[in-house]
Nanobody
Framework: QVQLVESGGGLVQPGGSLRLSCAAS????????MGWYRQAPGKQRELVAS???????NYADSVKGRFTISRNNAKNTVYLQMNSLKPGDTAVYYC?????????WGQGTQVTVSS
């Protein structure tokens, strides 16, 4: 079955950096688009960044220039490099993909930006 496992979250001060990883199994990773979403308390889940199988990327306006999504097909892993973090980036971050028209989610990793 499809499994997505996120890691790399934590507590960081404003202006700091974190790199999230998402290891995927149960899919042909190299042909799947992958995405990172986040959900803050009391808010809807929102798309942060996505990457196609060909490496084309898309970002939410709020993270453009600060976050970078990338993928390593040899490791079946997608990354989210987050720089210049702000308190507003605090949320649970989820990895996402689709298989046979069904959406799959990881368990999420908490990112807290606070001094």
């Amino acid at each position: 079955q499809v499994q997505l496992v996120e890691s790399g979250g934590g507590l960081v001060q404003p202006g700091g950096s974190l790199r999230l990883s998402c290891a995927a199994s149960g899919i042909i990773f190299s042909i799947n688009a992958m995405g990172w979403y986040r959900q803050a308390p009391g808010k809807q889940r929102e798309l942060v960044a996505s990457i196609t199988s060909g490496g084309n990327t898309n970002y939410a306006d709020s993270v453009k220039g600060r976050f970078t999504i990338s993928r390593n097909n040899a490791k079946n892993t997608v990354y989210l490099q987050m720089n210049s973090l702000k308190p507003g980036d605090t949320a649970v971050y989820y990895c996402n993909t689709k298989k046979d028209s069904l959406a799959y989610w990881g368990q999420g990793t908490q990112v807290t930006v606070s001094s």
